[in-house]
């Protein structure tokens, strides 16, 4: 009955933080699930991504994942009274595909928002990890900015924008320093996640 996202440009830090939380919140019996790839609609956004499909055709991939994310596991969890953590949700959307629609329609957030409207399911909190994306790019690949000059103009970008939407909604965000060692970044989010999960779930008592 509590959910929570995890979000951040590429590089961030996201896959270890996970990793560490499922061992520490263990006693939660979160579900833990992600986006893209939670049902087989996964797939095919991973084939729209491989095939370089045009921005809308991606955007709508990443929506119907969503979708389907919501019908095959987080209702059926959130009804079931579980806490349910995701790696990445509408605000990657919200980010990326702002960026990659710009200049391709007129108001890609109104738009992306539109299309989630009314139908979607908003997160309780969201853990945002911020870190720059030289450093993202580095601790993903070894290479520096130079060596992904295409990569890091369109992280920048995504970048921008999750501050901006979370700075619009400053009571469910979370913004994390991710450059601080990898234990300290844990230990915050793992706390704060108990905290959540303890005065939330009692909201519906
Ligand atoms: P992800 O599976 O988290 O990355 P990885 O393969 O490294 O584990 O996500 C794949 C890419 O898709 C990543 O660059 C972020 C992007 N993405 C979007 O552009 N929009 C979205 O709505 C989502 C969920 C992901």
Same mark, same amino acid.
């Given at each position: 009955?509590?959910?929570?996202? $995890?979000?951040?440009?590429?590089?961030?830090?996201?896959?270890?933080? @996970?990793? %560490? *939380?499922?061992?520490?919140?263990?006693?939660?019996?979160?579900?833990?699930?992600?986006?893209?790839?939670?049902?087989?609609?996964?797939?095919?956004?991973?084939?729209?991504?491989?095939?370089?499909?045009?921005?809308?055709?991606?955007? @709508? &991939?990443?929506?119907?994942?969503? %979708?389907?994310?919501? /019908?095959? =596991?987080?209702?059926?969890? &959130?009804?079931?009274?579980? $806490?349910?953590?995701?790696?990445?949700?509408?605000?990657?959307?919200?980010?990326?595909?702002?960026?990659?629609?710009?200049?391709?329609?007129?108001?890609?957030?109104?738009? &992306?928002?539109? =299309?989630?409207?009314?139908?979607?399911?908003?997160?309780?909190?969201?853990? @945002? $990890? =911020?870190?720059?994306?030289?450093?993202? @790019?580095?601790?993903?690949?070894?290479?520096?900015?130079?060596?992904?000059?295409?990569?890091?103009?369109?992280?920048?970008?995504?970048? /921008?924008?999750? $501050?901006?939407?979370?700075?619009?909604?400053?009571?469910?965000? *979370? =913004?994390?320093?991710?450059?601080?060692?990898?234990?300290?970044?844990?230990?915050?989010?793992?706390?704060?996640?108990?905290?959540?999960?303890?005065? &939330?779930?009692?909201?519906?008592?």
């Amino acid at each position: 009955m509590v959910l929570i996202t $995890l979000d951040g440009i590429d590089g961030s830090g996201k896959s270890s933080l @996970l990793s %560490a *939380l499922e061992k520490s919140l263990s006693d939660l019996s979160p579900v833990f699930t992600r986006e893209p790839g939670a049902t087989w609609v996964g797939e095919q956004v991973r084939r729209a991504i491989a095939e370089r499909a045009d921005p809308v055709t991606e955007a @709508l &991939l990443f929506a119907a994942d969503h %979708a389907a994310h919501l /019908e095959a =596991v987080v209702r059926p969890a &959130l009804a079931a009274g579980r $806490l349910v953590i995701s790696d990445r949700y509408t605000d990657s959307r919200y980010a990326y595909q702002s960026a990659t629609l710009e200049g391709i329609i007129p108001d890609p957030l109104g738009w &992306l928002k539109a =299309v989630h409207d009314g139908w979607t399911v908003p997160p309780d909190r969201t853990v @945002l $990890l =911020v870190l720059p994306v030289a450093e993202a @790019l580095r601790r993903k690949s070894g290479k520096g900015v130079s060596e992904h000059f295409e990569e890091a103009t369109l992280l920048e970008r995504v970048q /921008e924008n999750y $501050l901006r939407i979370s700075a619009e909604e400053p009571m469910r965000f *979370l =913004v994390i320093d991710a450059g601080q060692p990898e234990e300290k970044v844990h230990a915050l989010v793992s706390s704060a996640i108990r905290e959540w999960h303890g005065s &939330l779930r009692s909201r519906h008592r």
